[in-house]
Structures are given as C-alpha cells and as structure tokens.
C-alpha cells in the first residue's frame, strides 16, 4: 500500500476512535508534521469524510457526522462482533432480517481474509423460541418513530390495537423482552406507566409537545420491565415467595431454578427457595420436579398446596356426565 494511503487510513482510524483531536497530537501520533497533517484532512475531506476543524487553543479536527455514508474502518473485535450481531438479527422481531443479511455480506466482502477465514467458522444459527415465532414482526418505520419520540421527549399519539380510541403517552424508554418490543411510557390518560407492545402501535402525526421526563418507580428501566412482567410493583422481585424441602438431591434440582437458591439439606434432600407471581403458580411450578414436598413456609404456599391437591384430585376422580333432563309427557 502506498504510504500517503496508508498514513490517511491510520488517521481516519484514529478519527474514529474519539471525538476530538488536537491537531499537534495527530501529527504526533503518525509522527508527521502539523502541516501533513492539515493536507491529509483536506484530502480525506476530498474523499467525503466530513471533518471539522476543531477552534481553540489546542486547535484540532473531529469527525463528524455528514449526509452520506462514507467508508468504515473496524478493527479485527470489531468487524468479529458486528459480523455475529448481524447472524443473530433474525430473532430481533424487528424485521430487519434481509437488510442483516445484506449487510453482512457487504462487511464479509471487503474484509481481510485473515477475518473472512474467523467469521466463515463461527457460523451462528439463530433459533427462536416456538412462542415467538407466531409473534408480528415489527414494523422498522415504526421503531424508528418511537425512538424518534423518546430521543426527542416528544408526547407520542398513536393507535393502539384493541383500543376504541386513540392513546397519549410520554414515551420513556424502547425496550426488547422474550423477542418482543415494548414501549415504556406514562400514559397520559390513564395517569399510569404502562408497557405497549410495539407491534399493536400507528404512531400518529405530528407528535405532541415536548415533556419533561418523568422518573421511573423503579431503580432502571430493566427492573422496572421485569417487574412488570412478574407482577411486582417495581422491586424486581417476585410478589410471592416461599421455600420447601425437596426429596431430591440439590444437583438434580440446580439446573432446572433460573433465579431461585437451592442447597443441600441432607442425603438426597435440598432446600429450595422459589418466587413466581401467585401462590398457585408457585405451588404448581415446585410440582414438576415430582419429588415429595414438606413446606417451610409461608402459609399462603401451604394453602395454595392445599387447593391445588383439591383441584388435582377432583380432575383425577371418576368422570360424571351431566345428563339431559328427562321430557315430561
């Protein structure tokens, strides 16, 4: 490579790796004079890189955002990691698929083959859960609008499937749970913080005003999302919890619990403490392990035990059959 081309790739390069540069410490840095420097920008300019001069005591550049896409330069992580991400774009729900794949040939074409050779063996399928198969993509224009209105603090009006009528919310975060998008927003009429699935939403223009943000009851958006979907109230835990002796070892018991604590308590026992949104869904979700159970406690997982056993043995009794009451003659 000549060394003008190679000396202008170490600088975009390093253009790229911060936002600003002092103009002394560029020329340092490729161990070029300042006034080398001052030519290799305008050549880079030349090429389409919008590059500003930087005023001030240092004096500098930075690179800067222009109206086309000009090349990229991607170190070996780089390259590796935006590779994958693309191979696993699929799942996203975003229906972006064909562009991912697009895109992912276009960065295999032109890199090196020392990288092609990486990516070429770390081939990754991405498999979705049959649950979120069924599930409507969502549409891109439509992501990009609610993006839009949470950068912007824009109140977002829009319809909502299922709705009567249209909805106001002030949009606070885009999130991503179980290959669904979901939006978090206060909503306005319901004076409430809610989570909309993104795929149910036609945002409506123009937007609203601006607003000020508001603060989550939840210490960040993730907690706050996971406890909406466990039914907490904004603690990130489970709203029942409880804990039993299992008749199984510990071992067998540990790679089936996501989030609960199990121990050893004995030869072939273990203890384990277990959330879940209801009582009944936690009795119900200890059951499956198929292993006799004594209750440590609460009451409430003894009763919901209880209830459960009743519910259970009147499915397994005898079937009856309702019978068509006699005409009278």
């Not at 090349?71 to 590796?80: E, G, K, N, S, T």
């Not at 020392?114 to 399928?125: C, E, G, Q, S």
């Not at 909502?160 to 009528?165: D, E, I, K, L």
């Amino acid at each position: 490579m000549p060394k003008t081309s190679a000396r202008l790739l170490s600088m975009l390069s390093l253009l790229q790796a911060r936002r600003d540069w002092p103009g002394a410490l560029l020329a340092e840095r490729l161990d070029i004079s300042p006034r080398t420097v001052r030519r290799d920008v305008d050549r880079l300019r030349e090429l389409g890189y919008p590059i500003a001069t930087v005023k001030g005591p240092d004096g500098g550049y930075r690179l800067d955002a222009g109206s086309e896409l000009p090349p990229l330069l991607f170190d070996d992580d780089q390259a590796v990691a935006l590779a994958v991400a693309l191979q696993i774009a699929t799942t996203s729900g975003a229906g972006i698929e064909e562009a991912a794949m697009r895109a992912l040939h276009t960065v295999r074409q032109v890199m090196p083959s020392r990288l092609r050779r990486r990516i070429d063996t770390l081939r990754v399928t991405a498999v979705e859960s049959p649950a979120s198969r069924s599930d409507p993509r969502v549409d891109g224009e439509v992501l990009l609008a609610l993006g839009a209105a949470v950068h912007a603090r824009e109140i977002l009006r829009f319809d909502y499937a299922g709705a009567a009528t249209p909805r106001r919310a002030e949009p606070h975060h885009l999130v991503t749970w179980h290959g669904r998008w979901y939006l978090v927003a206060w909503d306005l009429d319901r004076a409430d913080w809610r989570t909309f699935r993104a795929d149910r939403i036609t945002p409506r223009t123009p937007a609203g005003p601006r607003f000020t943000p508001r603060d989550l009851p939840a210490p960040d958006v993730a907690t706050f999302v996971a406890s909406r979907f466990q039914g907490s109230s904004g603690t990130g835990e489970w709203p029942c919890r409880g804990e039993v002796i299992l008749d199984l070892p510990a071992a067998a018991v540990a790679h089936y619990v996501r989030d609960g604590v199990v121990e050893e308590a004995g030869p072939d026992r273990c203890r384990l403490v277990l959330g879940s949104w209801s009582w009944a869904g936690l009795a119900a979700s200890i059951g499956r392990f198929d292993a006799d159970v004594e209750v440590v406690g609460p009451a409430e997982l003894k009763e919901a035990f209880a209830v459960l056993a009743r519910r259970y043995a009147k499915a397994a009794g005898p079937r009856t059959r309702s019978r068509a009451p006699r005409s009278r003659r």
